[in-house]
C-alpha cells in the first residue's frame, strides 16, 4: 500500500489519497487519470487491468485501489 500510495503522491501532488474516499464522485479523478493510474498500477505491480476493474468503484479511494490490485494479484 505504501508504494501505490508514493506513486499516487507523486502523479497527483495535490490530492489527499490517505483521507478522500470519493476521488472519482467528487470529481477529483477524472477517466484520463484513472488511466494513467491504470497504467502505473500496471508496472508497478505486474498486474493486468481487465474491463471489469475499469469503474468509478474501483478509484474511489487508494484503499480501493488496493484492494483491487490485490484481487488481481
Avoid at 487491468?49 to 485501489?65: N, W
Wanted: proline share 3%; net charge negative; hydrophobic share 40%.
Amino acid at each position: 500500500m505504501d508504494e501505490l500510495l508514493e506513486m499516487l503522491s507523486e502523479k497527483f501532488p495535490n490530492i489527499d489519497f490517505e483521507n478522500e474516499d470519493k476521488l472519482y464522485e467528487k470529481g477529483i479523478l477524472d477517466s484520463v487519470s484513472v488511466v494513467e493510474i491504470i497504467s502505473e498500477i500496471e508496472d508497478m505491480f505486474d498486474v493486468s487491468v481487465s474491463m471489469e476493474y475499469i469503474q468509478p468503484k474501483y478509484f474511489e479511494s487508494a484503499q480501493a485501489m488496493w484492494d483491487m490490485i490485490e484481487e488481481l494479484s
